[in-house]
């Protein structure tokens, strides 16, 4: 039963009281138990009604002006306020112990660590491929050559990161037909991202790409070859690295490089903006053994 039913209850045993006492006098209240309303909460939204009995003990005289059973009413309507204040409060400062630990349970996870390399012996690669294949992806046109060097350097050490382990100095293609000729130099990081340990394979990126690509069968056409623009220098290739052939194999899936800028002499050959890539495998000349940890 409601609060409201609970006053309604109250209200006619005090008409009642009143209705039946001898004229002139005052009833005289039964020893037991009027049940009032109270409210208790578990939850600070969610309420559950309970009984809150306040006793008339025997010999106790109840006004038929009503003025004692509803001063008990209100005390027992504060009380329930009361009441609900306090779990409510108990509620709120439970949700916010909750979050607190939380928190503080995330700032107590341990940091992943990072995930280091070792590079024997390092120093100055030659990398040198045979067949290797440039492709305009947008013309669906390949360019195979005959050979091509890279040259750059690695670190040397245990505990190196991943980005930067290395750096590539230059691509250079040779033998192309239709003397197309390709050449790509500047300070492009060699990266490292993931190791197989049963395989020894070295995934790996070379980024910063920045370079110019020639057609020396059409005198004065050449274009720059970068990734999202000519002069972004943030052309990217993936490759791998496998310690068992000592070669560092480039990918063509995976890249972002485009052509930029072609001469008028190209009149076509060579489309602004058209993606290519290029693949090739680069046998290093000195023995080099890039693994994780």
């Known amino acids: 039963m409601g609060p409201a039913g609970l006053t309604r209850e109250a209200d006619q045993l005090s008409a009642a009281a009143c209705r039946a006492r001898p004229q002139g006098a005052e009833l005289e209240a039964n020893s037991g138990s009027l049940v009032l309303a109270g409210m208790v909460t578990r939850l600070p939204d969610q309420y559950l ?37 306090i779990l409510k409060g108990w509620g709120r400062a439970l949700v916010m112990s909750a979050a607190a630990a939380s928190v503080i349970g995330l700032a107590a996870a341990p940091a ?65 037909p239709d003397g197309v000729s390709v050449t790509i130099t500047g300070n492009m990081p060699l990266n490292a991202t993931a190791y197989n340990a049963t395989t020894k394979v070295a995934s790996m990126t070379v980024t910063k790409i920045h370079g110019t690509i020639a057609v020396s069968a059409i005198p004065g056409c050449s274009a720059t070859i970068d990734g999202t623009g000519a002069t972004a220098k943030n052309g990217m290739v993936k490759a791998t690295f496998s310690n068992k052939t000592n070669t560092l194999t480039v990918s063509a899936k995976g890249g972002n490089l485009h052509i930029y800028n ?24 000195a023995k080099q053994t890039i693994t994780s940890p």
Do not use: E
């Open 112 to 176: 992943l660590a990072a995930t280091t390399w070792t590079v024997k012996p390092g120093g100055a690669v030659t990398g040198t491929a045979g067949k290797t294949v440039v492709t305009d992806v947008t013309k669906a046109l390949s360019v195979p050559c005959t050979g091509s060097v890279m040259k750059g350097t690695l670190h040397k050490g245990s505990g190196l990161p991943g980005a930067g382990i290395g750096t590539v100095s230059s691509f250079a293609f040779s033998g192309c």
């Open 262 to 285: 072609p001469t008028t002499a190209c009149n076509g050959a060579v489309g602004n903006k058209d993606a290519v890539n290029f693949t090739g495998a680069y046998k290093f000349g």
């Open 49 to 85: 009604w309970a009984s809150m009995r306040v006793t008339a003990n025997r010999g106790a005289w109840v006004s038929c002006g009503d003025s004692g059973l509803i001063a008990a009413r209100h005390q027992a309507n504060r009380q329930g306020k009361g009441v609900r204040a």
